[in-house]
């Protein structure tokens, strides 16, 4: 994926409209995708569509659309298929759908904002909940998720002067800042970072919250280990913390490690078949050999909701 990125955002910088690594990238994550998943579940790019909603109603075009192809119909297809990427979208029963995620080339404020409030324009479809009876299907499954993905974070600030690399780091405090707010998505599980400029080739991150007022609590809190500011490293980089109703206030890492995207592939598995269990690793293919740094634990998933919604941080970061 990542090289089939890099050689889009060479040719991107050719156009005059530098766009297509972006589009580079949305299409061999879903490659990706197919080739991964199980061949029940469909991948394409394409729109949600409520059985309630009016045809002259314009519908949001996604990256990646996640549905079940054993039950799904597709209601009409766009494009076609070809190797000069003019790739098909399709329009999937929003009762079919088991996933949407976003996908952007970069990680920085303005694409965090801009994902997040693409996937905020399904909460028409999640604002109640269908009927028992098999037709007439208005809102996403209960058990619906979506996630953003960043195909690289720049820059490197190791390569940079002081004041540069204090910038920096800024902006990428300030892109965490910005995904805290993903937080208010219905089923949103988190974010990964496939590459970050600097960082070894293999490792991704999966930006995770850790404790930033409880340095000297036990190890673990309802069973569930976690960490502390106190843990991190004091060159990774923390957001602006959240203060929870309770007291205690949470903190967005980005932590890099080598098992990240394994990790992350399994556990979006896990997901899509209902036997996600956040305490647990979802799967131990493609664990890396290298042990895991100590700041990267599982945070705990019994605080309690945040941002005036019920969110369970359960997503971030690596297992014991």
Same mark, same amino acid.
């Given at each position: 994926m990542l090289?089939?990125?890099?050689?889009?955002?060479?040719?991107?910088?050719?156009?005059?409209v530098?766009?297509?690594?972006?589009?580079?990238?949305?299409?061999?994550?879903?490659?990706? #995708?197919?080739?991964f998943?199980?061949?029940?579940?469909?991948?394409?790019? %394409? /729109?949600?569509?409520s059985? /309630?909603?009016?045809?002259?109603?314009?519908?949001?075009? /996604?990256?990646?659309?996640?549905?079940d192809?054993?039950?799904?119909?597709?209601?009409?297809?766009? +494009?076609?298929?070809?190797?000069?990427?003019?790739?098909?979208?399709?329009?999937?029963?929003?009762?079919?759908?088991?996933?949407?995620?976003?996908?952007?080339?970069?990680?920085?404020?303005?694409?965090?904002?801009?994902a997040?409030?693409?996937?905020?324009? #399904?909460?028409? #479809?999640?604002? %109640?909940?269908?009927r028992?009876?098999?037709?007439?299907?208005?809102?996403?499954?209960?058990?619906?998720?979506?996630?953003?993905?960043?195909?690289?974070?720049?820059p490197?600030?190791?390569?940079?002067?002081?004041?540069?690399? +204090?910038?920096?780091?800024?902006?990428i405090?300030?892109?965490?800042?910005?995904?805290?707010?993903?937080?208010k #998505?219905?089923?949103?599980?988190?974010?990964?970072?496939?590459?970050?400029?600097?960082?070894?080739?293999?490792?991704?991150?999966?930006?995770?919250?850790?404790?930033?007022?409880?340095?000297?609590?036990?190890?673990?809190?309802?069973?569930?280990?976690?960490?502390?500011?106190?843990?991190?490293?004091?060159a990774?980089?923390?957001?602006?913390?959240?203060?929870?109703?309770?007291?205690?206030?949470?903190?967005?890492?980005?932590?890099w490690?080598e098992?990240?995207?394994?990790?992350?592939?399994?556990?979006?598995?896990?997901?899509?078949?209902?036997?996600?269990?956040?305490?647990?690793?979802?799967?131990?293919?493609?664990?890396?050999?290298?042990?895991?740094?100590?700041n990267?634990?599982?945070v705990?998933?019994?605080?309690?909701?945040?941002?005036?919604?019920?969110?369970?941080?359960?997503?971030g970061?690596?297992?014991?």
């Amino acid at each position: 994926m990542l090289a089939a990125y890099d050689i889009g955002h060479v040719l991107a910088d050719s156009h005059e409209v530098i766009t297509y690594h972006g589009t580079v990238a949305e299409e061999e994550f879903r490659q990706w #995708l197919i080739r991964f998943l199980p061949a029940r579940y469909g991948v394409t790019a %394409g /729109y949600v569509v409520s059985s /309630y909603e009016s045809e002259k109603a314009p519908l949001p075009h /996604y990256d990646v659309i996640i549905f079940d192809r054993l039950e799904s119909p597709v209601l009409w297809v766009e +494009g076609r298929d070809g190797t000069d990427r003019i790739i098909q979208s399709r329009a999937i029963p929003v009762e079919n759908v088991k996933a949407v995620i976003e996908v952007k080339s970069s990680l920085d404020t303005r694409t965090a904002r801009k994902a997040i409030e693409h996937l905020a324009d #399904l909460s028409r #479809l999640y604002e %109640g909940v269908d009927r028992a009876g098999p037709n007439y299907k208005q809102f996403l499954p209960e058990d619906f998720i979506c996630l953003l993905v960043f195909f690289e974070l720049r820059p490197n600030t190791s390569q940079l002067d002081k004041n540069k690399a +204090g910038a920096a780091r800024r902006a990428i405090k300030n892109a965490l800042d910005q995904l805290r707010e993903a937080e208010k #998505l219905k089923g949103y599980r988190g974010s990964l970072v496939l590459h970050g400029a600097g960082q070894p080739c293999l490792e991704t991150a999966r930006p995770t919250w850790v404790s930033a007022s409880l340095p000297d609590a036990p190890s673990t809190v309802d069973s569930h280990p976690f960490f502390s500011e106190a843990d991190v490293d004091k060159a990774d980089v923390l957001s602006n913390q959240l203060k929870l109703d309770d007291g205690s206030a949470w903190k967005l890492l980005m932590a890099w490690y080598e098992d990240g995207f394994a990790h992350f592939a399994f556990d979006l598995l896990a997901m899509l078949q209902g036997t996600y269990e956040p305490r647990w690793l979802s799967s131990s293919y493609g664990s890396a050999s290298t042990p895991l740094p100590r700041n990267v634990l599982r945070v705990p998933t019994n605080i309690k909701p945040f941002l005036h919604k019920q969110v369970h941080l359960d997503h971030g970061s690596a297992r014991q």
